[in-house]
């Protein structure tokens, strides 16, 4: 059973860092497109960042570029996302997903993946 767990939000002042971790189980993140996505109230799920099958190959959205990195551990079976100088419209539930792909392969759009973690709310704010 392809499970998701996240953990790492929480509260942080403007231009503090956070990491997120999603640990799985059930399969094996380097036979899986990995990506984070978020969300905020009144908004749509927005994409944030991704790593292709296999090669890592990474993508991130402009509004976090140069900010946020995504990263992966192959002997915890986890990937992370690093937040450094945090911004207050970066307030939202931020959530894992993966989907199974050929190499070198990801996925663009949210509703394209099936595996979610449960999410983790990241709150930007003095």
């Known amino acids: 059973q392809v499970q998701l767990v996240e953990s790492g939000g929480g509260l942080v002042q403007p231009g503090g860092s956070l990491r997120l971790s999603c640990a799985a189980s059930g399969f094996t993140f380097s036979r899986y497109a990995k990506s984070w996505h978020r969300q905020a109230p009144g908004k749509e799920r927005e994409l944030v960042a991704t790593?292709?099958?296999?090669?890592?190959?990474?993508t991130y959205a402009d509004s976090v570029k140069g900010r946020f990195t995504i990263s992966r551990d192959n002997a915890k079976n986890t990937m992370y996302l690093q937040m450094n100088s945090l911004k207050p419209e970066d307030t939202a539930v931020y959530y894992c997903a993966a989907e199974r792909l050929a190499l070198s392969c990801v996925y663009y759009e949210y509703h394209e993946y099936k595996n979610w973690g449960q999410g983790t709310q990241v709150t930007v704010s003095s």
């Open positions: 790593a292709t099958t296999g090669s890592d190959s990474t």
